[in-house]
């Protein structure tokens, strides 16, 4: 089955500085990857995703990229806000695309 | 997100009680899922559904039950709760694209 890891668990970083967040699956037939945060006390929303036929998307100040051949996909925040302080997780789903395995988390905290 | 809720949202049971967790959308999408949040294990799969008439285990099935009663509704039951599944429970539902929903989630303490 998929089995995905993600690094670091805990990030702190002064606000304004980027930050970057990094999982790796195991499954070379996946072909989405989500990132979600969740907010304290909150329930995980989807922030950003990428499908295997791209590199990089880009949202604002949120960019995802893929590097297929590696099997790896990382989150970059630029700029950071205070507000960007909370846990991501990143996902990729097993064979067969029916559910979804998470990673454990990272717990980001932007310094003001 | 409103249009996933889940009941109760905290809830103090007992070693050995059956409880009952339940989880309704608006959304219309066919696929729902419970998942554990634990402190730093991630969320992890516990069933999930595809339809009324399709159940599927998920990564720690052992120790809980669902049922599908209609495509708006999926409930988790725990027969006999034990201290370790105190955790947060978090009911979800997909899209076609692959975007999952949650709820607002359950938080379960077991004494």
């Known amino acids: 089955g998929e089995n995905v890891e993600q690094h670091p668990s805990t990030l702190s970083v002064q606000e304004g500085d980027s930050a970057v967040i990094k999982c790796t699956y195991s499954?070379?037939?996946?072909?989405?990857f989500p990132w979600y945060k969740q907010e304290l006390g909150k329930r995980p929303q989807l922030i950003i995703d990428?499908?295997?036929?791209?590199g990089e998307k880009k949202d604002q100040r949120i960019a995802v990229t893929l590097n297929k051949t590696a099997k790896h996909f990382s989150l970059h925040i630029t700029e950071t806000q205070p507000e960007d302080s909370a846990v991501y997780f990143c996902?990729?789903?097993?064979?067969?695309?029916?559910?979804?395995?998470f990673g454990a988390g990272t717990r980001l905290t932007v310094k003001p | 997100d409103a249009d996933v809720t889940q009941t109760p949202r905290n809830r103090i049971t007992k070693t050995g009680k059956r409880i009952m967790l339940e989880c309704s959308q608006t959304?219309?999408?066919?696929?729902m899922y419970w998942y554990r949040q634990d402190p730093g294990l991630g969320l992890r799969l516990i069933y999930y559904s595809f339809d009324v008439k399709d159940i599927n285990k998920g990564e720690i099935s052992d120790g809980y039950s669902v049922s599908r009663q209609a495509q708006a509704k999926f409930s988790l039951s725990l027969e006999s709760a034990i201290p370790n599944q105190t955790a947060l429970y978090f009911c979800?539902?997909?899209?076609?694209?692959?975007?999952?929903?949650f709820g607002p989630g359950t938080r379960l303490t077991v004494t």
């Open positions: 990428i499908r295997s036929n791209v």
């Open positions: 996902a990729a789903p097993p064979p067969g695309n029916n559910d979804m395995r």
């Open positions: 499954d070379s037939a996946s072909n989405y």
């Open positions: 959304k219309g999408h066919d696929r």
């Open positions: 979800a539902t997909r899209d076609n694209n692959y975007e999952q929903y």
